[in-house]
């Protein structure tokens, strides 16, 4: 019944705005609220089977479905977000369909435990290169990316685990845009409980247009090249 309640949800919310998942999203995260009645806390790789649904059976992603590849980013930031949508601090808004099918899900997972469980399994995984689907000015780039990011992120946006700031080099591009944008719309790190969140969506009103945003993000990806 819990489940049942958390996709209708997924649903309404879906219904409700213009950036919401289309049908085979919906699907999708239907199929995973499924796979979880099926898996235990300490079996991750059960667990997982509610991901692939999404994410793809090697968490290489989904682009059409707007999972992001979950091999190119960090254990230890992978469950801050899990923990995040699970607690309600991402995924809220009424305007960000794709983050309410996360939290649903999330909201599934029994405990911490449960949560530690999929992210090592993901771990498991061999990590693939983001394919480039963004143009962009790459000089100009670099020199915002680096008066404006670098400090937290590093000089090869390679994270900085001190400072709680993920590696960015080898996400995709199209997902870095489609984040960023949220952070600086206020669907993302409006809720200043959400501490790195909310410093992001500081960050997310610095860059002055969409044109210098996708200089960045190409400036980022050539950095995983």
């Known amino acids: 019944?819990?489940?049942l309640v958390l996709l209708l949800s997924v649903m309404l919310v879906a219904c409700s705005n213009d950036n919401a998942p289309d049908v085979s999203s919906e699907k999708a995260a239907a199929d995973a609220l499924q796979a979880l009645q099926h898996s235990t806390a300490a079996d991750g790789k059960a667990l997982y089977a509610a991901c692939a649904a999404c994410h793809g059976a090697e968490g290489e992603g989904n682009a059409a479905l707007n999972a992001p590849s979950l091999v190119n980013q960090q254990d230890w930031y992978l469950e801050r977000q899990l923990l995040g949508f699970r607690s309600g601090l991402r995924g809220s808004d009424p305007k960000d369909g794709y983050g309410a099918q996360m939290q649903a899900i999330a909201k599934t997972l029994p405990d911490d435990n449960a949560v530690k469980a999929v992210v090592s399994y993901i771990a498991s995984f061999k990590a693939k290169p983001a394919a480039k689907t963004l143009e962009g000015n790459i000089k100009r780039g670099a020199d915002y990316y680096s008066n404006l990011c670098g400090a937290c992120h590093g000089p090869a946006a390679e994270g900085n685990?001190?400072?709680?700031a993920?590696?960015?080099a080898g996400v995709e591009d199209w997902y870095l845009?489609?984040?960023?944008?949220?952070?600086?719309?206020?669907l993302r790190g409006a809720d200043e409980s959400d501490r790195y969140g909310y410093q992001m969506g500081m960050m997310g009103k610095t860059l002055p247009d969409e044109d210098i945003t996708k200089d960045v993000i190409a400036y980022i990806q050539s950095l995983a090249d």
């Open 1 to 3: 019944m819990k489940r």
């Open 161 to 164: 685990d001190t400072l709680q």
């Open 166 to 168: 993920p590696a960015l």
């Open 177 to 186: 845009l489609k984040q960023f944008n949220q952070f600086r719309d206020g």
